[in-house]
Structures are given as structure tokens and as C-alpha cells.
């Protein structure tokens, strides 16, 4: 986690941004999908979170800064083995191209 956190996010938060990532997958970076989250949350709260999924393996952010939803194993495997370049590759060791 980033320094400097009061309080972390509820899980109804993370789950929040979750299912607007899932909705917006691949067409904003990091503040258009902030923009884009039904509820007003604090910038840095949600820094929080796409940290913690970035980590967790359900988001990936390329090499543009757009953010894609990844939960789906056999898609990101398809994704790496066609190129795409990733930000933090050693967090996707796991998937074999």
C-alpha cells in the first residue's frame, strides 16, 4: 500500500470500481475511469484500489496507461501471447505464453 493511508477502502468501494473497470475494460486510463465510477470517491482511494487489483492479478495497466480487465485467465494469456506490453510484467509470470 501507498504511504500516508488513513483508512483503506470498503470492500462495497473496491467492488465498485471493479464492476466499472469490468464495464469500461480497455477504452479509459486512470482518470476518465475515475470520472466514469457511479459514486464519488477520493482520487487517492481509488489509486488505492487499482493498486491492490493490479497486484491481485484482476487488472492490468499497458504501456498507453488503459486499463483492462483481466480476471479471465485464458484472456490474458490470448492478450500477452499477441504482444500486448505490459506495465508490470513479473506480476503475470504465472500466465504462460
Do not use: A
Given at each position: 500500500m501507498r504511504q500516508g493511508i488513513l483508512?483503506?477502502?470498503?470492500l462495497e468501494s473496491v467492488m465498485m470500481v471493479e464492476r466499472t473497470i469490468h464495464?469500461?475494460?480497455?477504452?479509459?486510463g486512470k482518470y476518465q475511469l475515475w470520472k466514469k465510477l457511479p459514486?464519488?470517491?477520493m482520487y487517492q482511494t481509488f489509486l488505492?484500489?487499482?493498486d491492490y487489483l493490479e497486484k491481485?492479478?484482476?487488472i492490468l495497466i499497458d504501456k498507453d496507461g488503459c486499463?483492462?480487465?483481466?480476471?479471465?485467465?485464458r484472456r490474458i494469456r490470448?492478450?500477452?501471447?499477441?504482444?500486448l506490453v505490459v506495465k508490470?510484467?513479473?506480476?503475470y509470470k504465472h500466465y504462460k505464453t
Open positions: 483508512h483503506s477502502p470498503t464495464k469500461h475494460s480497455q477504452e479509459c459514486r464519488k470517491m488505492v484500489i487499482l491481485s492479478g484482476k486499463i483492462i480487465w483481466t480476471y479471465n485467465p490470448e492478450l500477452i501471447s499477441k504482444g508490470n510484467r513479473k506480476v
